[in-house]
């Protein structure tokens, strides 16, 4: 299919002796293909350090991240460039891919491994990485690697870490260092929780999205077939490029709005509002939920609401904001395990907390052992219900506490000066937890993470997020089980 020329002409005729282009026309000029919706990544050249495209399974990425690299190599001269993959057959794909074109055109001077590399006659050298890591001694491959670009293929299937390790290798480039990377709409926790990071900070990252009939290399019919194996929502979101993530439980959440720093501790009413509910001011309250193979608590404070409200406020009655201030998971503990490692990691005495926990009594994850093993680290502990939860009604009532029907926000995780959240798994959970999800145990599963938070926040919120749920005579129906 015949199509249009850039204007851009990378590289040139290349002098060994100058090492420099000499700016004469080149003998001979190499056309790399594209489709339309791999123009915008390929030639994207803003001030962003990081340049994503997203694309759908099939639709061209590994293609776009081996032309991307060839454009930098010889945009580039004498630099040094990393090409990373996930893992090591991947590698090796992208490096026979970058050989199809660049030996047939003579720009290779050389084949070389430990690092795997090829050096080009302009004096780029473009090195081969994948970013999996062997073990925690060795650390992350690259990590020693120095580049003035990067190429990331994959980028859903690396690590954090992986990808914040490659942020670094840059430094000898300083403000010119580049990285572009190429993925999938991955439901991967780790990666949606970059993906939103990225978006919310346009000045240092750019997503450009391309659908799968942007390639005009693959059959239309091939799309079509897709919908039989996939849900509507998956087909939106992988084939289609739809951004949102379908069907999340916590559908009001908001990241950018839901993230915040503390207020002023001066409105600290965590020990007031205890005292009200449970008869004991406690200035710390623990969600925990436990778990066969993990158990997971949060620590929340409460601060009193400045408002504005939208409705009538009640003499005397006291509004609240609740921030998830702490973060503790552990694997392969008991739950006593769990609450004695939590109280060396949080500063606060054992006698300011109070531990509410998963009520479901009935379930083979939870029984009344893990009230008494709480106690016997030190710290109190209570059941946040006297019967089972309707689990519907618990995801009701942290959807209207990230954001109510009037748009009033009273739940937030806190984050550092620096706006990154104290509660990175959280955050993920509210994300991406979704409905198709619920009540799958394995791997994988982010029900922990915001469970935690429902639980410690019933006896105070149970009315749906209604602020004025806070009032006589409601302790009773749970605190018999106390």
């Known amino acids: 299919m015949p199509g249009e020329l850039l204007e851009t002409v990378y ?54 991240a081996v032309r991307k690299s060839l454009i930098a190599s010889a945009d580039q001269p004498h630099s040094v460039g990393g090409v990373i993959t996930p893992v090591s057959t991947a590698k090796r794909d992208l490096m026979d891919q970058f050989l199809e ?23 780029t050298v473009v090195q081969f990485w994948a970013s999996l890591e062997q073990s925690t001694r060795t650390g992350i491959p690259f990590k020693h690697a120095n580049f003035d670009w990067a190429v990331e293929d994959e980028h859903q ?66 799309w079509d077939i897709q ?9 939106r979101r992988l084939i289609e490029g739809e951004r949102t993530v379908p069907g999340v439980v916590y559908h ?58 939208t409705g009538p406020v009640k003499p005397g009655e006291m509004r609240v904001l609740w921030f998830v201030v702490g973060e503790f998971v552990t694997k392969d503990t008991t739950t006593r395990e769990h609450a004695e490692q939590f109280s060396r990691a949080f500063p ?44 519907k009604h618990r995801f009701q009532m942290v959807n209207a506490l990230w954001c ?11 984050a550092d000066a620096h706006g990154k959240t104290l509660c990175p798994l959280g955050v993920q959970s509210a994300q991406l937890y979704r409905h198709e999800d619920v009540g799958k145990k394995g791997r994988g599963d982010l029900s922990h993470y915001t469970d935690t938070v429902g639980y410690a926040l019933f006896p105070f919120e149970y009315l749906r997020g209604n602020p004025s749920s806070f009032g006589a005579n409601q302790e009773n129906k749970w605190g018999s089980r106390s």
């Open 348 to 391: 606060f005495g054992k006698q300011e907390c109070i531990w509410l926990i998963d009520p479901h009594v009935e379930g083979k994850e939870t029984d009344q052992s893990d009230r008494n093993q709480i106690r016997q680290a030190g710290m109190d502990a209570r059941w946040a219900s006297a019967q089972k939860i309707p689990q």
């Open 157 to 222: 299937n690396m690590s954090t870490r992986a990808c914040q390790v490659l942020n670094l290798r840059g430094r000898r480039a300083g403000m010119n260092y580049r990285i572009w990377s190429t993925a999938t709409n991955d439901l991967n926790a780790e990666f949606q929780h970059r993906l939103r990071e990225w978006y919310n900070n346009p000045e240092v990252a750019k997503v450009v999205p391309f659908i799968a009939s942007d390639n005009v290399f693959v059959d239309l019919r091939w």
């Open 227 to 235: 919908k039989h194996f996939l849900s509507a929502e998956d087909y």
């Open 11 to 64: 590289g040139g005729r290349y002098d060994k002796e100058t090492g420099d282009y000499t700016g004469e026309e080149p003998e001979r000029i190499v056309e790399l293909s594209c489709h339309p919706g791999q123009v915008g990544f390929l030639t994207e050249d803003g001030p962003q350090i990081r340049t994503m495209a997203l694309g759908p399974p099939g639709g061209g990425k590994s293609f776009a």
């Open 252 to 309: 009001a959440f908001d990241a950018q709005r839901n993230v915040r720093r503390m207020p002023d501790l001066a409105t600290d009413v965590t020990a007031e509002v205890c005292n009200q509910r449970l008869g004991k001011p406690y200035r710390y309250v623990v969600g925990f939920d436990p778990g066969s193979a993990q158990n997971a608590s949060h620590v929340l404070k409460a601060f009193r609401d400045p408002g504005p409200f």
């Open 101 to 123: 074109v660049a030996e047939p055109a003579k720009w290779v001077a050389g084949v070389y491994s430990n690092p795997d590399r090829i050096e080009l006659v302009n004096g």
């Open 404 to 414: 109510d029907a009037t748009g009033h926000r009273r739940l937030f995780w806190a």
